[in-house]
């Protein structure tokens, strides 16, 4: 089976722009999550959609969003862009739910100036 | 909520050295508990999953892990050390026992490999 796959791999966005990243989980896996990675906070919980519907949702303002579609492929968006938001943002995708065995892609690195 | 301690933030061997990485659990026997690895510009890697089936839980390249109840601690090992195993480790837990709302990973320990 393929793996997961997020694009795009790299990101250079301005301050106040707004970024939309993808994801495409696992062949049959209907939960995909999301987290932010930094030096600064580790990995962060960002949230987990399942069945095209928001599960649950981590510490982070509303300016971070996303959705599911149908096919369970995944977006995340970050509008109005802060320089913190910096980061690589990692998809992960399992069978069921966020609490089982996570498969995460390989990031999107996005870099604000 | 259930919260994931790793101790140490560095640690370094000599290649063909004992691995010991330290993770600790902060309450309630979790339902599961992961050790992943994340090599530079890479996403994580699952090394092996702790389900209660078993305390000593084996999982690729050589590691293994033993969850300890009485110590609250789930420490990663590897009798070997390749440079190859140079790397960030990350230990994680789900974040509360009911509910589908994520893994909550410790700070990660970058495993540095002496030749």
């Known amino acids: 089976k393929a793996g997961v796959t997020q694009t795009p791999r790299y990101l250079i966005k301005t301050r106040g722009q707004q970024v939309t990243l993808s994801c495409s989980p696992i062949?049959?896996?209907?939960?995909v999550s999301w987290y932010q990675q930094t030096p600064g906070q580790g990995l962060q919980f960002l949230f987990e959609?399942?069945?095209?519907?928001?599960?649950n949702k981590g510490n982070f303002p509303g300016r971070f969003s996303g959705r599911q579609f149908s096919n369970s492929r995944s977006e995340m968006n970050v509008s109005t862009l802060e320089l913190g938001d910096s980061a690589l943002y990692l998809c992960?995708?399992?069978?069921?739910?966020?609490?089982?065995?996570?498969?995460f892609g390989p990031g999107t690195r996005l870099l604000v100036l | 909520a259930q919260s994931v301690t790793q101790l140490g933030s560095h640690v370094s061997v000599s290649e063909g050295a004992l691995v010991l990485l330290r993770c600790n659990y902060s309450?309630?026997?979790?339902?599961?508990l992961f050790w992943y690895v994340q090599y530079p510009n890479q996403g994580l890697q699952l090394l092996l999953k702790?389900?209660?089936?078993?305390?000593l839980v084996k999982g690729i390249n050589g590691f293994e892990a033993e969850f300890k109840k009485s110590e609250t601690s789930f420490h990663l090992t590897k009798p070997s050390a390749h440079m190859s195993d140079a790397a960030e480790y990350f230990c994680?837990?789900?974040?509360?026992?009911?509910?589908?709302?994520?893994?909550?990973f410790g700070k990660g320990t970058h495993l540095i490999i002496q030749p």
């Open positions: 702790y389900t209660s089936a078993a305390t």
């Open positions: 309450s309630s026997v979790p339902p599961y």
């Open positions: 959609y399942f069945s095209e519907t928001q599960r």
């Open positions: 062949s049959g896996h209907r939960s």
């Open positions: 994680a837990a789900p974040k509360r026992g009911g509910g589908a709302d994520g893994l909550t």
């Open positions: 992960a995708s399992s069978p069921r739910d966020g609490r089982e065995t996570q498969y």
